[in-house]
């Protein structure tokens, strides 16, 4: 920026840190070649009649016009918007509440954080598959549930289309409120004893110097967590194809399923584009009045 | 016995890179997995390995629908297998036209495939702009419904002769606790048991005119309403089937746990695997004993073009090798389905299979709909029908609406 400014007897700007500058060369031309290159050449392929393989034929916005007519994507966009307010807002607060206990300096508390924690030491499909085996009314938590003695007890998320969604929520949240826990106990250690103390003896009651003291001082774990949460929200995938396979009918479709059933099953790539950029849109939506909140705006907020 | 095939294989696989042999060992992907099929598969590879060649298996999980697109993507990613199932039809046109696939006309005409393939019409899916890109295998038809001869006689009624007395018998199923009709979650079962019931009820013309010449005003016709009005009792009669896989579907029908299922003539080889009986355990009923027209749809092996010129070697060695009266014979006796050719003895078919002989000779036969529309249409197609089985509140009104409006847009 400022390189005419600087006096001659000093290197080229440039040239500072020259090995460290080398090194990280491969990194930049994979972000800008797979990860920005991949992104327009989506973008543009998506205003295509591509079907097995990529062509470029234009058609405009008819991928876009049918994307949006089809029940099915509809079906998808709505699921997302459901599972991603509930997994958000639930493993924050579990999260949170989970992590406030453990800071009360209890006993093992090594073994709770590890316990916690093991859910998400497993993959998407195999959550998914251990809660499909859970809610099977013929073998899970129903049968149990019934031969206990309660015998008109229901209990069949997945198979009831109404409320499938919430089914897969369950394992969500199972396999990610202990991540949740970890940062937000990792942050409840950053704050500092004297802040306690200082609320202690102002006589203020603990739950209000969490939410007006410790919270808004852990701002920075809370955006960490939420762009963890977030960005594996948008990307839902594999738990709904272990636990549904999108069904009963097309009642747990996700839009990342679409995508790919559309891409590769269907073999009509433009469609399977329209609705990856579609969801590019939406991540695009929320990232950038953040991002620009965030690291813009003039203002430097620590 | 097990040990000592497990000890063949890990020779083979020590084998494998010393590259001695001047025979080829040639990739062959397929999703053949279910019981009979495994079974099927394995009669292929033995005539194979008999011409001195040696087939490698490239089995993948998961139907179809799974085994497609990782099939594909070898393919254009550079990476192709030495021959690869799908089923003939328009599943492998786009790779064709990009001139990644072989083309077999020298292999063709060397062995007169043009006379003996019955029908012809088998062929002419292989053929791609007068060149023939794919060896058909078998012919497998959708058009049957089996049923346990076992859970009517729990429920106290006769084993139906015809569709409609099996709606009629579906209440008194149901009071014993029997899934009158099963039909398994993956979106494709829905779909084909939707265009059986359309040729059973609708008839060969209305099918054609619809699949065939993608006709909107027939597929929003009252002819096509009254097969939505059956599918609307299938709906119903399926209800609580509550498993994914059509094989587990079957093994309702096997275990009497549902009356029946509509399911190609590949859940024949369950029956044959559990010990069944045509006739006395279960019945078939082609064209569900309606309307006795089977399609023609099935499998064919295409191959993709490799450079290696030992392996285009082997590849047309097993071309031949899949059209040959023997391997025909032993392959669909084990499959369920219908040889290719014409003038193969089956003596040792089931009654279901000769019932099926029997429609083909007389040439009640039309295309599938994997020959007629694109995976994109048929993709879509599942995606309607899996819902309007899953979803009761779909009236069969608006699902026609979306069926007219599909097949209005299908290329």
Known sequence: ?302 | MKLRSFAAMLATAVALPLGAASAADLEVTHWWTSGGEAAAVAELAKAFDATGNHWVDGAIAGSGGTARPIMISRITGGDPMGATQFNHGRQAEELVQAGLMRDLTDVATREKWKDIVKPASLLDSCTIDGKIYCAPVNIHSWQWLWLSNAAFKTAGVDVPKNWDEFVAAAPALEKAGIVPLAVGGQPWQAAGAFDVLMVAIAGKDTFQKVFGDKDEDVAAGPEIAKVFKAADDARRMSKGTNVQDWNQATNMVITGKAGGQIMGDWAQGEFALAGQKAGTDYTCLPGLGVNEIISTGGDAFYFPLLKDEEKSKAQEALASTLLDPKTQVAFNLKKGSLPVRGDVDLAAANDCMKKGLDILAKGNVIQGTDQLLSADSQKQKEDLFSEFFANPSITPEDAQKRFADIIANAE
């Open chain 1, 1 to 302: 920026m400022a390189g005419h400014t600087q006096s001659s007897g000093r290197p080229n700007q440039w040239l500072r840190n020259l090995n460290a500058k080398i090194a990280s060369v491969p990194m930049i031309l994979t972000a800008v070649v797979i990860f920005l290159g991949g992104t327009i050449w989506t973008v543009v392929y998506s205003f295509t009649n591509s079907k097995l393989l990529p062509r470029l034929t234009f058609v405009g916005f008819d991928q876009y016009e049918r994307l949006w007519d089809a029940p099915r994507w509809l079906v998808s966009v709505q699921n997302l918007a459901i599972y991603g307010i509930f997994s958000l807002i639930f493993s924050l607060v579990i999260g949170f509440v989970l992590a406030a206990l453990m800071d009360q300096k209890i006993r093992f508390e090594n073994t709770f954080r590890t316990i916690m924690l093991y859910p998400f030491a497993l993959s998407f499909i195999v959550t998914g598959l251990v809660w499909q085996w859970l809610l099977n009314p013929e073998f899970g938590i129903q049968s149990v549930v019934r031969s206990l003695g309660w015998e008109t007890f229901t209990f069949d998320p997945l198979y009831n289309a109404d409320i499938v969604i919430y089914g897969i929520l369950i394992a969500a949240l199972w396999q990610g409120t202990g991540l949740v826990m970890c940062l937000m106990l990792a942050g409840l250690r950053g704050i500092d004893e004297d802040i306690w103390k200082a609320a202690r003896v102002d006589g203020i009651p603990m739950w209000k110097t969490y939410i007006f003291v410790i919270i808004p001082m852990m701002r920075g774990v809370f955006i960490t967590t939420l762009v963890i949460i977030a960005s594996g929200i948008v990307k839902v995938y594999d738990l709904v194809v272990a636990q549904t396979s999108g069904g009963p009918g097309i009642a747990s479709e996700v839009p990342a399923k679409y995508v790919y059933d559309y891409m590769f099953q269907a073999q009509n790539l433009g469609q399977g584009f329209a609705a990856s950029t579609m969801m590019l849109i939406t991540v695009a939506i929320i990232i950038v009045p953040w991002a620009y909140l965030e690291f813009g705006g003039g203002r430097k907020r620590v």
